[in-house]
């Protein structure tokens, strides 16, 4: 297995972003991304594209054929890569291990999703969920992570004021990402008096529905300096499975897919938790980000919510968390996001990240799930 390189990123701004189409987004991604590897179209092997539901937001499937063909990038092979709102870390995946295994040299993964062309998002972000034991009983998504949140804060005694850090500590970092849905700060007592959305989270504790899309440019990392001064190398990349339902659990305050592929990626990279210098989390909802922090290592369980009281993920912190402005306020267009993450990290190590910077970063990682945790996928780099 060979060692690979990331040598160009892309994103796009998110937000709702009437005036571009579900095709203009990953052109647009794609693009800047193979300028940013200072490589050219023709240079590409493949392409993994993460998309959760172009079907029900866009009435368009076959969309690995769309893209290529509207990039101007056919013959070269397209793959759409789906798992919810994982789909973006697996195409990343996907494309890591293309490479790795010497099958393709040059790769580029990417993530599009275009979510405000239709009047209602939910019944599509709904099938994420089980659709037998959950969706068709109306359960929402909102509704199973506060269900996660109540339970949290009865096990463990999370106050909701801890919960409604992780979304102000989000839009204090988007304040500085100019590509952010969201770049405004918001205050504890914002979130509180927001409105309920499934008790006891309010409007600002979900991340919004987000158009958008970015890209990631793979190669062999033997072959990385040819392309870029500031190549950046995967060091880990791993994926677990869990329940799709939540009632399956054996813990609902704990993503056990979280816990494995993670525990999988320290091993694969050989490190522990304390030698990441910062994270990009998948806080969907302010409880997730909490969540995060506790199955990624980084805290004992039940102690996320004091440590975000107490600062520990702020960018000034021992571990910072999303810079970016995480899903929260960046945005959240389900299957770019973990795309996104990913070019935030290399931002960061490249030392390119601008007010957002992270002083010394040298190793980062990516979380990504889909659903409530039946998919997960972790991703560690290094400068």
Same mark, same amino acid.
């Given at each position: 297995?060979?060692?690979?390189?990331?040598?160009?990123?892309?994103?796009?701004?998110?937000?709702?972003?009437?005036?571009?189409?579900?095709?203009?987004?990953?052109?647009?991604?794609?693009?800047?991304?193979?300028?940013?590897?200072?490589i050219?179209?023709?240079?590409?092997?493949?392409?993994?594209?993460?998309?959760?539901?172009?079907?029900?937001?866009?009435?368009?499937?076959?969309?690995?054929?769309?893209?290529?063909?509207h990039s101007?990038?056919?013959p070269?092979?397209c793959?759409?890569v789906?798992a919810?709102?994982?789909?973006?870390?697996?195409?990343?995946?996907?494309?890591?291990?293309?490479?790795?295994?010497?099958f393709?040299?040059?790769?580029?993964?990417?993530?599009?999703? =275009?979510? *405000? %062309?239709?009047?209602d998002?939910?019944? $599509?972000? #709904?099938? &994420? /969920?089980?659709?037998?034991?959950?969706?068709q009983?109306?359960?929402?998504?909102p509704?199973?992570?506060?269900?996660?949140?109540?339970?949290?804060?009865?096990?463990?005694g999370?106050t909701?004021?801890?919960?409604?850090?992780?979304?102000?500590?989000?839009?204090?970092?988007?304040?500085?990402?100019?590509?952010?849905q969201?770049?405004m700060?918001?205050?504890?007592?914002?979130?509180?008096?927001?409105?309920?959305?499934?008790?006891?989270?309010?409007?600002?504790?979900?991340?919004?529905?987000?158009d958008?899309?970015?890209?990631?440019?793979?190669?062999?990392?033997e072959?990385a300096? =040819?392309? *870029? %001064?500031?190549?950046?190398?995967?060091k $880990?990349? #791993?994926? &677990? /499975?869990g329940?799709?339902?939540?009632?399956?659990?054996?813990?609902?305050?704990?993503?056990?897919?979280?816990?494995?592929?993670s525990?999988?990626?320290y091993?694969?990279?050989?490190?522990?938790?304390?030698?990441?210098?910062?994270?990009?989390v998948h806080?969907?909802?302010?409880i997730?980000?909490?969540?995060?922090?506790?199955?990624?290592?980084?805290v004992?369980?039940?102690?996320?919510?004091?440590?975000?009281e107490?600062?520990?993920?702020?960018?000034d912190?021992?571990?910072?968390?999303?810079?970016?402005?995480g899903?929260?306020?960046?945005?959240?267009p389900?299957?770019?996001?973990?795309?996104?993450?990913?070019?935030?990290?290399?931002w960061?190590l490249?030392?390119?990240?601008?007010k957002?910077q992270?002083d010394?970063?040298?190793?980062?990682?990516?979380?990504?799930?889909?659903?409530?945790?039946?998919t997960?996928?972790?991703?560690?780099?290094?400068?």
């Amino acid at each position: 297995m060979r060692d690979v390189a990331i040598i160009g990123v892309s994103q796009t701004k998110f937000g709702e972003l009437w005036d571009k189409s579900f095709r203009d987004l990953i052109a647009e991604a794609g693009m800047k991304a193979i300028e940013d590897a200072n490589i050219e179209g023709d240079d590409l092997d493949a392409m993994y594209v993460g998309n959760m539901s172009a079907g029900l937001f866009v009435g368009q499937e076959h969309i690995a054929s769309l893209i290529a063909d509207h990039s101007g990038l056919t013959p070269i092979p397209c793959a759409r890569v789906e798992a919810a709102c994982a789909s973006g870390g697996l195409a990343l995946r996907n494309g890591i291990m293309a490479v790795a295994s010497g099958f393709h040299d040059i790769v580029i993964s990417a993530g599009v999703e =275009k979510m *405000t %062309d239709v009047v209602d998002p939910t019944p $599509a972000i #709904a099938t &994420a /969920s089980d659709q037998e034991w959950e969706a068709q009983q109306g359960v929402t998504f909102p509704s199973l992570y506060a269900m996660m949140a109540r339970r949290h804060m009865k096990e463990y005694g999370t106050t909701r004021e801890q919960l409604a850090m992780v979304s102000v500590i989000n839009h204090e970092n988007a304040v500085n990402n100019p590509l952010a849905q969201f770049p405004m700060e918001i205050t504890v007592d914002k979130v509180l008096n927001s409105s309920m959305v499934a008790d006891p989270l309010t409007l600002l504790d979900c991340s919004p529905v987000s158009d958008g899309a970015a890209g990631v440019i793979l190669c062999p990392a033997e072959d990385a300096k =040819k392309y *870029t %001064d500031t190549p950046v190398y995967i060091k $880990a990349s #791993a994926q &677990a /499975s869990g329940t799709i339902a939540l009632h399956d659990r054996r813990d609902i305050t704990t993503i056990d897919s979280t816990i494995h592929a993670s525990r999988k990626a320290y091993e694969m990279a050989g490190m522990t938790p304390k030698d990441i210098d910062l994270v990009e989390v998948h806080d969907c909802f302010s409880i997730n980000g909490l969540l995060a922090i506790e199955d990624l290592g980084f805290v004992e369980k039940g102690q996320g919510g004091p440590a975000i009281e107490d600062g520990m993920t702020r960018r000034d912190g021992e571990i910072p968390v999303n810079p970016s402005g995480g899903l929260k306020a960046r945005g959240h267009p389900l299957g770019a996001t973990g795309i996104a993450q990913a070019a935030e990290i290399v931002w960061q190590l490249r030392g390119e990240a601008g007010k957002r910077q992270i002083d010394g970063a040298e190793i980062g990682m990516t979380h990504n799930i889909g659903g409530t945790g039946g998919t997960a996928a972790v991703h560690i780099m290094s400068r």
